[in-house]
């Protein structure tokens, strides 16, 4: 309908806003494990070392949130264009039939005023004329079925695009605890680091 553009909008920005507040609390949580990790530090290159290791996983945090926002935005865009172009082709097919109605209408009664049998006046409207008017309604159904099928791409779009910034940055992570376990020598050092998983619920479509 006419708010489903509004209504979508504003469960998007909520749905935003609810991402945020969940990285803010992340990352709280993650200057903790930091501190953590830094405890263990006892000279100067277990320090450097454990600097490294928080450079390189703020990197990974950031090149993740960066590919999944990117993500989130064509997403958002496609659905609203979507809405939009689907919203365009249903308001023209209501539009179309309700003129060819309207010919089918006045053709009838022109018909009647020239003469024309009445059955033959029944048998014109019902067949062709009326059938030219449904026909125009035909395209409202198309629009309907290709906006199914774009919002199942997008939805394919994004999954994939979120598994690769998960799997990037799990290999990022992964690389940077070797590298830190190699100067610390101990297995557990980063095991509490916290993880970030895919934002969740999904962002919402119509």
Same mark, same amino acid.
């Not at 958002?76 to 249903?90: D, M, P, Q, W, Y």
């Not at 309207?102 to 009326?130: F, H, M, Y």
């Not at 695009?161 to 690389?175: L, S, T, V």
């Given at each position: 309908?006419? $708010?489903?553009?509004?209504?979508?909008?504003?469960?998007?920005?909520?749905?935003? !806003?609810?991402?945020?507040?969940?990285?803010?609390? +992340?990352?709280?949580?993650? $200057?903790?494990?930091?501190?953590? #990790?830094?405890?263990?530090?006892?000279?100067?290159?277990?320090?450097?070392?454990?600097?490294?290791?928080?450079?390189?996983?703020? *990197?990974?945090?950031?090149?993740? +949130?960066?590919?999944?926002?990117?993500?989130?935005?064509?997403?958002?865009?496609?659905?609203?264009?979507?809405?939009?172009?689907?919203? &365009?082709?249903?308001?023209?097919?209501? !539009? $179309? +039939?309700? !003129?060819?109605?309207?010919?089918?209408?006045?053709?009838?009664?022109?018909?009647?005023?020239?003469?024309? !049998?009445?059955?033959?006046?029944? &048998?014109?409207?019902?067949?062709?004329?009326?059938?030219? *008017? %449904?026909?125009?309604?035909?395209?409202?159904?198309?629009?309907?079925?290709?906006?199914?099928?774009?919002?199942? %791409? =997008?939805?394919?779009?994004?999954?994939?695009?979120?598994?690769?910034?998960?799997?990037?940055?799990?290999?990022? #992570?992964?690389?940077?605890?070797?590298?830190?376990?190699?100067?610390?020598?101990?297995?557990?050092?980063?095991?509490?680091?916290?993880?970030?998983? =895919?934002?969740?619920?999904?962002?919402?479509?119509?």
């Amino acid at each position: 309908g006419r $708010d489903r553009l509004p209504r979508l909008e504003e469960r998007w920005q909520k749905h935003m !806003a609810d991402l945020e507040e969940r990285r803010t609390q +992340r990352d709280a949580n993650l $200057d903790r494990h930091f501190e953590k #990790i830094e405890e263990r530090a006892k000279n100067e290159a277990q320090k450097q070392a454990v600097a490294a290791f928080r450079t390189a996983v703020l *990197a990974a945090i950031d090149s993740r +949130r960066l590919a999944v926002k990117t993500a989130l935005d064509v997403f958002h865009s496609g659905v609203k264009s979507s809405l939009e172009v689907r919203k &365009t082709a249903i308001e023209k097919a209501f !539009a $179309d +039939r309700a !003129a060819a109605f309207k010919a089918v209408v006045e053709k009838a009664e022109s018909d009647c005023l020239a003469g024309v !049998a009445p059955k033959t006046v029944r &048998t014109t409207a019902s067949t062709s004329s009326l059938k030219s *008017a %449904q026909e125009k309604f035909a395209s409202a159904r198309k629009a309907n079925d290709e906006f199914k099928k774009t919002i199942e %791409q =997008l939805r394919a779009d994004k999954k994939a695009a979120f598994e690769k910034a998960h799997n990037d940055f799990k290999a990022a #992570i992964e690389g940077a605890k070797a590298d830190l376990k190699k100067v610390l020598g101990e297995p557990n050092a980063t095991s509490t680091l916290p993880p970030t998983p =895919l934002p969740l619920p999904s962002p919402p479509v119509p």
